[in-house]
């Protein structure tokens, strides 16, 4: 990993990259970010109601949300390397505009079975990919040292998800289940208009010629790529976990009603998104090394506590923002150490590798405490399953990775 690191620091951010054109695109990255990531949530707070209209089990609540997860998460492994390819300014509008398909079918007439929910999941989970488009993309216009920072502010967008806990339920319960997805639709088409016309690539982008089957074998051989997968399947993985399965958890565990749930789940999506960008700044300060290793002990903590099902006011709220917080943090110092530690050219294929574990990691936990409630009636081994997780990532982080980093960053 130590021998990338030179590469990492010599690229298009250097070469003048200044003025108020690299806060524009960053802007206007994060924007789309956002609302790809909003469509991509919409099945979320619309879960329990689906359950009850559908007479759905609890594993098929879960798998119903879980699907667009896991789908948005492998897809970023080839839209990062086609990112690598042909840059954010053709991306960000191609993903964009794909995922109005999806968006307008579960909408207005994909939302009347589990099977039809399922195949619109699927390919909603497009909008998931936006995460590997934007890394590559903000990267670029950013010199090293601001990286960090950077691509902190533009992984805030997935405060997207926050938007759509706030949203959906009340949109539906106002105007109908079509609402919120020809809402979503249009914000889409006008987004995928104003990438086009606005986003550039940073000064001195040389696209890679290599095929993209070769580009991926050589970032799988990349022990950068691995190790940042598994500490971004902890961090973001748990942060999407909760995103996605908390208004459940909340409704069954405490009994909260669907619109309480959906709000608390939107604080917590709201903290953690405003921590990623400290995180990352964190991150260029004291060292990615440490800031994921403490991000890491806090979420040992939480879900520890929370374990024990303790009364959500106070104890349990403290928990869960707790672990919001960190998971945040420690999403942002991931990418702080990929840029770091990966060449300007590879940046959008590794950014797919380590963003894919990252959503996978989001994908089995929902599963996970669906069965395991469903089978003892108790989340409680679902949450130390998480405690024991997160902390052998805080020994790995501790040893393996704060040992690769550069000595100048977490000495």
């Known amino acids: 990993m130590t ?29 789309g970010f956002a609302v790809n990531f909003w469509a991509w949530a919409l099945l979320s707070p ?3 109601r689906f359950k009850d209209s559908l007479d759905l089990s609890s594993f098929e609540q879960s798998l119903l949300v879980a699907v667009p997860v896991v789908v948005g998460s492998l897809g ?10 042909f840059g954010g300014r053709v991306m960000f509008p191609a993903v964009s505009l794909f995922t109005i398909v999806p968006v307008l079918y579960l909408g207005l007439a994909g939302h009347s079975s589990l099977a039809s929910l399922l195949v619109g999941g699927f390919f909603l989970g497009i909008a998931g990919t936006t995460f590997a488009v934007g890394v590559p993309f903000v990267n670029a216009w950013f010199p090293p040292q601001r990286r960090g920072l950077a691509v902190g502010i ?16 009340k949109e539906v319960d106002r105007y109908g289940t079509e609402f919120p997805f020809v809402v979503m639709a249009v914000l889409l088409a006008v987004y995928a208009a104003v990438a086009w016309l606005v986003l550039r690539e940073a000064p001195g982008r040389t696209a890679p010629t290599e095929p993209l089957a070769k580009r991926l074998v050589a970032t799988a051989r990349m022990g950068v790529t691995w190790q940042m997968s598994a500490l971004y399947a902890v961090a973001f993985g748990g942060y999407v976990a909760f995103s996605v399965y908390l208004p459940t958890y909340l409704k069954t565990q405490y009994g909260l009603s669907q619109s309480d749930a959906a709000n608390r789940m939107a604080g917590f999506v709201l903290l953690a998104v405003v921590m990623r960008p400290i995180g990352g700044w964190l991150s260029d300060r004291v060292g ?21 099902a303790p009364p959500l006011m106070p104890l349990g709220t403290i928990a869960f923002l707790a ?15 990929v840029a770091q530690l990966t060449p300007v050219s590879k940046v959008g294929a590794v950014t797919g590798v380590v963003g894919a574990a990252g959503g996978l990691g989001g994908f089995v936990p929902p599963l996970v405490m669906g069965f395991v409630y469903g089978a003892y009636g108790s989340y ?23 040992r690769a980093v550069p000595a100048r960053r977490d000495a």
Do not use: H, N, Y
């Open 3 to 31: 021998g990338t690191r030179r590469t990492a620091e010599a690229g298009p951010a250097e070469t003048g990259v200044g003025g108020g054109r690299p806060m524009v695109m960053l802007a206007v990255a994060t924007i």
């Open 46 to 48: 619309l879960g329990p």
């Open 76 to 85: 970023r492994i080839p839209v990062g390397a086609l990112t690598d390819r």
């Open 154 to 169: 533009f992984g805030a967008g997935m405060g997207g998800t926050a938007i759509s806990a706030l949203t959906t339920v």
């Open 288 to 308: 990615a090394a440490r800031v994921m290793t403490a991000a890491l002990a806090v979420t040992v903590a939480g879900a520890a506590a929370q374990s024990f």
């Open 323 to 337: 672990m919001a917080a960190a998971l945040g943090a420690g999403s942002g110092a991931t990418f702080a150490l």
């Open 380 to 402: 409680a081994a679902g949450l130390v399953l998480l405690a024991l997780v997160a902390a052998a990532a805080a020994l790995f982080t501790a040893t393996v990775v704060r």
